[in-house]
């Protein structure tokens, strides 16, 4: 029996938000703890147009995302999350006109921080482009609720 998170639901929060498909995030799927997702190539998404490489920035975004993701792969679901920190060491240029792959792990969950490591990748995971260590912070609630912290209008 397959599980509609990982189904249904992951895939959506993988490329359904206004930017990720606009950058052209694709899911791939989870293996194990381990989540993945590809960009394909295309010209506009090119730092440098003499390279024909990806932009850095497209490989940060798309690093924080996968994290994201593998945030919620550890925790079976959906819950509010938010990148704390996040760091990326850049190894080398990406390859001209090759899709991107981007790998990632939540290596330990607390209640309320999910820390991550993830890389980027064209076929080798062993040969990244990019590696990120990073942790979101996981949206605890308590009870609160959205706009528990204003007024209410009794008390005004």
Request: aromatic share 8%; proline share 6%; hydrophobic share 45%.
């Amino acid at each position: 029996m397959s599980d509609p998170f990982l189904t249904e639901i992951l895939p959506q929060l993988a490329s359904g938000a206004a930017h990720t498909h606009a950058l052209g995030f694709k899911y791939e799927g989870v293996e194990g703890d381990r989540v993945r997702l590809r960009t394909p190539w295309r010209p506009d998404l090119v730092g440098d147009p003499e390279t024909e490489v990806f932009a850095g920035g497209l490989v940060t975004a798309m690093l924080d995302h996968v994290g994201g993701l593998a945030v919620w792969v550890a925790l079976g679901g959906f819950r509010p999350i938010a990148t704390l920190d996040l760091r990326v060491d850049y190894m080398r240029a990406a390859r001209p006109c090759v899709d991107l792959l981007a790998e990632a792990r939540c290596y330990r969950l607390t209640r309320t921080i999910g820390f991550v490591r993830a890389w980027a990748f064209e076929d080798d995971p062993k040969d990244p482009v990019a590696a990120a260590q990073s942790t979101y912070v996981i949206n605890s609630d308590g009870g609160r609720g959205i706009g528990a912290n204003l007024k209410s209008e009794r008390a005004a």
